[in-house]
């Protein structure tokens, strides 16, 4: 028996990986693109596990999955592999198409004709586990109640139109042709292994290189931010024992404006790191032109899979916000190597356009 896992060279699929030889005997196959966001090094830890292989290769490729459902026979696949960052897909919204929509797909069609062609017993234990995000439920005002399960989906941007699409073809997999789906939909990730352009690791890369901390607006934006090893024991508790064709919220009861969490993070590196002049690094703070359509505030209302599955989340803010900046802190080589020449022209891409306010 081993799992398929897809997008696990990425950030929540590589700290998903780990945990899960950590917590379980059965290998892994893991499947990846290695786009600029998913990386070998991530998986470093796991050179000599005879339990994990990596597999390079896209989620969209039939041919290739056909081949490594046949050869493996996974009991499971949890889907992570997606494009996953929203300004991305603000500046090029297409490979968030391919990958999230049509990928899905193809990775759907593959498993029903697998999963289809199986024994009786394998049949009905075998899962489908969608990894997807709050965004798909839109934005929410100030005194709006937390997103549950039953909120209509209202997706802003392009990143989050096409996880929503993914999601209902995941749903419609299961009530048209029973596929064993699941699907979580968790809030924003925060932890070791975090691709620096998203905004906890890019703010701590800039404030250690001297270089102005950008915040988007007025810095007011509501975020729920789990940590990733809780994130990792929620589909952990999903895949064994979540109810066929039902979504799960998963959340980190942890809402705070995006300014707080800089200013968290000036804190920790103010007493871990402290600046050679003495001064704060609240001082590299800048405020810059706002993201076109931000969301103002994501809350996840994650009661049912307490409720039902005994899930919450073990790690508080402030000791996974520690722990987090502890590993950039001594992981920088890391950093250096996923920051290659691609990433510097997407940070002037990005960052160009946007004057401090
Ligand atoms: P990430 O961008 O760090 O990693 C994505 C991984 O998928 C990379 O390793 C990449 O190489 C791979 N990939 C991309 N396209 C592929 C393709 N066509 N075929 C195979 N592999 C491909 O993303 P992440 O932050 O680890 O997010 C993982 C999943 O969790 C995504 O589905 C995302 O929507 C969801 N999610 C993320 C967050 C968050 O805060 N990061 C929160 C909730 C849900
Ligand atoms: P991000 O990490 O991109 O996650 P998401 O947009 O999926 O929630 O951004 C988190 C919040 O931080 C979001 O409100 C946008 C904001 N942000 C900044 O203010 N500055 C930045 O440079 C980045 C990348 C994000």
Redesign the pocket.
Known sequence: MLILV??G?????ANFVIDWLENHDEPVIN?????Y??NRDSLASLANNSKHQLVV????DRALLDTLLSQHRPRAIIN??????VDRSIHGPIDFIN?NIL?TFHLLEACRSYWQALPAAKKDTFRFLH????EVYGSLEASDAAFTESNPFQPNSPYSAS?AASDHLVRAWHHTYGLPVLTTN????YGPLQ?PE?LIPLVTANALAGKPLPIYGDGMNVRDWLYVGDHCSAIRRVLADGKLGETYNIGGWNEQPNIDIVHMICDLLDEMRPRVDGASYRQQITFVKDRPGHDRRYAIDARKIERELGWRPAETFASGIRKTISWYLEHQEWVERVTSGAYRQWIDTNYSERTSA
């Open positions: 897809t997008g060279a990425g950030f929540i699929g499947l990846d693109k290695l786009t966001a998913g290769g896209d989620i969209g992570f592999a997606a494009e996953s960052h990958t990928g990894v997807s995000t709050d996880k968790c809030s924003n990730n691709f998203k």
